[in-house]
């Protein structure tokens, strides 16, 4: 190795030797076999060119590209169109044949009973259609349909626009009045709240009828938007729980003080009842994260996102059918309390079909993911062993001794 890479290398080889010397806590052969290792990429020259690491990177960035405009598509367009849209059903009419029809011996002609004026009878019959979100394929056709290609990312400049001004907002007031970790999360929700009408516009351009108009021209005008405030302030603290309260169990359960050593010790030891123990309170954390994600975070998502196309304009339509009246109900929306009443009738007018389809739509968006990541990991390795699999294996083998080294010196200090 050559240049700054060399310099660092050798650097950190000898603050690591000198300090694992000076205070005799690692052997004399296993330093030799340390300092050995962190030289031999140097002494090896078998260099790796940075343009050599190029695909490497260029999938890296593809992969990156490819899950984020999945999370976009399927995690937001398709989720919003799932959070609103209403069964519906189509109504076949069909006309009722005579009583006498079946009979066998019926006579060929007979006169009616009734005159020809009169309107003759008709059976009615009422298919359920499918929902339109209820395939990824069948939604893609859908937002194809209506406006072409672009329209899976439907609505991404608004998102880029609100998630910009919401993290510079945040940064700024959590900075100007000098709060710390849980003071941010305390901003976040305010500026939630403030940006309200700006999410509402974003939900607007994903599942409404295309439209010329920018989006900051189809924003709600304020003296409208009060019902949307209560759903945005439950949907950011929902967020802020979501990683909040794990945290707080596993601090509870004093997960950070648990070090690698209490689990290889109790392997060592074979105590079946510690490695179980200490399992199930590392499963408490993501177990804790997937009930505030379906308990808290799903229910405030679909209210926000509900209450957000109601107050749609009349004059633009949503692209998937959405019933108005079920989301209102009996309610006065001019009474007082009224807004209360639609935070509570927007979650249950989402039915139980709805529900369990909008759950299937985050899986599926999971599974495609890590489909995605483990093709990625594979070509990578692909890759990678194309570049020089023995030279990566002695790059990796000396960094792993500088890291060594490095630990050496940093627990010499601390002593």
Not at 116 to 135: G, Q, R
Request: hydrophobic share 50%.
């Amino acid at each position: 190795m050559s240049g700054v890479h060399g310099h660092v290398l050798g650097h950190l080889v000898r603050r690591g030797v000198d300090a694992a010397h000076a205070h005799f806590q690692v052997s004399p052969d296993t330093m030799a076999k340390l300092q050995h290792d962190a030289e031999l990429y140097e002494k090896t020259g078998a260099e790796i060119h940075d343009w050599e690491m190029l695909p490497v990177l260029a999938t890296a960035v593809l992969t990156i590209l490819v899950l984020a405009s999945i999370k976009y598509t399927i995690g937001e367009v398709m989720a919003s169109l799932t959070m609103i849209e209403s069964p519906t059903a189509t109504a076949i009419i069909e006309d009722k044949p005579p009583a006498y029809a079946d009979e066998p011996d019926a006579p060929l002609e007979k006169e009616p009973l009734m005159p020809a004026e009169a309107e003759a009878d008709v059976e009615v019959t009422l298919i359920n259609n499918k929902p339109v979100t209820s395939s990824i394929r069948a939604t893609m056709k859908h937002l194809k349909k209506v406006g072409g290609f672009r329209a899976k990312w439907r609505g991404l400049g608004a998102s880029v626009v609100y998630h910009a001004l919401h993290s510079l907002s945040t940064n700024f007031l959590a900075r100007l009045l000098g709060m710390g970790f849980f003071g941010r999360s305390l901003m976040y929700i305010l500026t939630s709240v403030m940006l309200a009408r700006f999410h509402m516009a974003w939900t607007h351009s994903m599942i409404s009828a295309p439209s010329a108009k920018p989006f900051w021209r189809r924003m709600v005008p304020r003296k409208q938007c009060k019902a949307v405030f209560l759903p945005a302030f439950v949907f950011a603290t929902a967020q802020q729980a979501t990683w909040i309260l794990p945290m707080a169990v596993a601090v509870a359960l004093g997960l950070p003080e648990i070090q690698g050593e209490h689990v290889v010790r109790a392997a060592q030891h074979k105590d079946c009842a510690m490695l179980g123990l200490l399992s199930l309170r590392f499963l408490a954390v993501p177990a804790t994260a997937l009930f505030v994600a379906l308990a808290i975070l799903l229910p405030a998502t679909v209210t926000l996102t509900r209450i957000e196309a109601l107050l749609l304009s009349e004059e633009d339509a949503t692209i998937v059918p959405f019933d108005r009246q079920a989301l209102i109900g009996d309610i006065d929306l001019t009474a007082r309390g009224a807004n209360k009443k639609l935070f509570v009738n927007a979650w249950r007018s989402f039915d139980r079909a709805a529900r369990w389809r909008l759950i299937k739509t985050y899986v599926k968006m999971a599974m495609i993911q890590l489909f995605v990541v483990f093709t990625a990991v594979h070509v990578i390795a692909a890759e990678m062993y194309i570049i020089g699999g023995e030279r990566l294996g002695v790059f990796f083998k000396s960094a792993a001794a500088q890291i060594q080294l490095e630990a050496i010196d940093l627990q010499n200090k601390d002593l």
